[in-house]
């Protein structure tokens, strides 16, 4: 089905339920609102901390928000989100972020990593942040790199804010006794939960009208029936609306009703 015939039959200005969504336009419930404020804290104190939410929870969006928020000549943020490189990519990506040239040997580039998350802060008076997104996939070995890079001042001062973000597995897993010495650091613990059935109605209401409908286009049942499927998981419930949408044109529906809906749900828990 094409694109421009959706948005033409529906009078949209761009299709909604997009990833392309700039950060002050991001619909904020609740859980992301706590969030974005607990990263900020994290932040604020150069402490580590935990963000864990199911999959298509909105982690990341919550991210972005928060980071985007900083001051960038105040602050560097260090994302690293590809956890199949080793130890020694994890290592290499800090260096690469911090401007260095990674040293080939490990003996070097641990120290050399340490140093420069040091000297952005004394000597260029950044605040650096480092992100692991996706962090439930580290290895206890990268777990393991990352609290000995926090230990580098040994407690005198921390060196970084860090911020864990992952599945739920990703609290259980730091909680085990091997990871104690992170564990103990760990200053802040959030889960980011799904949206309630309100706000997944405004969340819902808000991408339409960022789209040019401000006008009641999905029924009340039909939006039921998208969050509770979708558990108010934010990413589940821009698929169930598109494909609500697709079935809605289909059959030649001029909004979208609990039937509408109901075809939705079954294309997309049949794939």
Do not use: W
Request: charged content about 20%; glycine content about 8%.
């Amino acid at each position: 089905m094409s694109i421009e015939l959706l948005r033409a039959h529906y009078g949209f200005s761009k299709m909604p339920f997009g990833k392309d969504v700039a950060p002050g336009a991001l619909f904020r419930p609740a859980g992301h609102q706590e969030a974005v404020a607990r990263i900020s804290f994290l932040v604020g104190e150069s402490a580590a901390g935990v963000l864990t939410g199911e999959v298509g929870a909105g982690k990341t969006v919550a991210l972005r928000a928060a980071l985007t928020g900083l001051d960038q000549s105040r602050h560097t943020v260090v994302y690293l989100a590809n956890h199949t490189v080793g130890i020694r990519g994890l290592h290499g990506a800090i260096v690469t972020a911090l401007g260095g040239v990674p040293r080939f040997h490990a003996a070097a580039l641990v120290p050399q990593a340490a140093e420069l998350l040091a000297a952005e802060s004394a000597e260029r008076g950044k605040r650096v942040v480092v992100v692991l997104d996706e962090a439930h996939l580290c290895s206890p070995e990268q777990l393991e790199a990352i609290r000995l890079l926090m230990n580098a001042e040994l407690d005198s001062v921390a060196p970084f804010a860090l911020v864990l973000c992952g599945q739920p597995t990703l609290r259980r897993r730091i909680r085990l006794g091997a990871f104690a010495a992170l564990d103990q650091r760990i200053a802040l613990r959030y889960h980011l939960a799904g949206m309630t059935p309100e706000e997944t109605g405004a969340y819902v209401a808000h991408h339409l009208g960022l789209a040019g409908r401000s006008d009641r286009l999905f029924s009340d049942d039909a939006t039921a029936l998208i969050h509770q499927v979708a558990r108010g998981l934010p990413r589940q419930v821009n698929n169930l609306a598109i494909q609500s949408l697709v079935a809605a044109y289909a059959t030649k529906k001029a909004i979208v009703d609990e039937s509408s809906a109901r075809m939705a749900v079954a294309e997309i828990t049949a794939e």
